[in-house]
């Protein structure tokens, strides 16, 4: 299995860090307005809370995450309290995407997101790549599917 960039830990610390100010952010306004009695320490402390629960979140994900191409399918595994195996055959390989968001940017990553055939979950996305590496996944997985054209899907 090929594991995510170390980097991207720290795309999903600062996700968890934002979430965690917004959390704090709305519990205190609903506290103000509602009750206006929890001493500021209440407040910094459910800010600190989730905002560990987050960081420990992001730290165990990514030893949990991992993906490979197989002989006919893309797999992934990755999950914390769920732990989740997708497959995706090439065949049902619609279309290949590299997104660059602006932390991942600041950090040199991107993702590559894989576009399936179907509605549910109709796609799969692979975070914290080096670019060289998503544009070189990109183009492998383009190929694979392009090769298993005809193929039965199932």
Not at 35 to 47: Q, R
Not at 97 to 111: H, I, K, M, N, Q
Not at 116 to 142: F, H, K, M, Y
């Amino acid at each position: 299995m090929e594991s995510l960039h170390s980097r991207v830990r720290a795309v999903w610390i600062v996700r968890a860090v934002v979430v965690a100010c917004v959390l704090t952010v709305a519990v205190a306004a609903a506290e103000r307005w509602l009750v206006d009695t929890l001493p500021a320490a209440a407040l910094v402390a459910v800010g600190l809370v989730a905002a560990g629960v987050g960081i420990g979140h992001a730290l165990v994900l990514y030893s949990r995450w991992g993906f490979e191409l197989q002989d006919d399918a893309l797999y992934l595994e990755r999950g914390v309290v769920t732990f989740v195996e997708t497959s995706v055959p090439f065949v049902r390989v619609q279309h290949v995407d590299t997104e660059f968001g602006p932390v991942e940017r600041a950090l040199g990553l991107s993702s590559v997101v894989v576009y399936t055939a179907g509605s549910r979950n109709a796609d799969v996305t692979i975070p914290g790549l080096r670019p060289e590496r998503a544009r070189r996944l990109q183009e492998t997985l383009r190929d694979l599917a392009v090769e298993s054209e005809g193929e039965d899907a199932v």
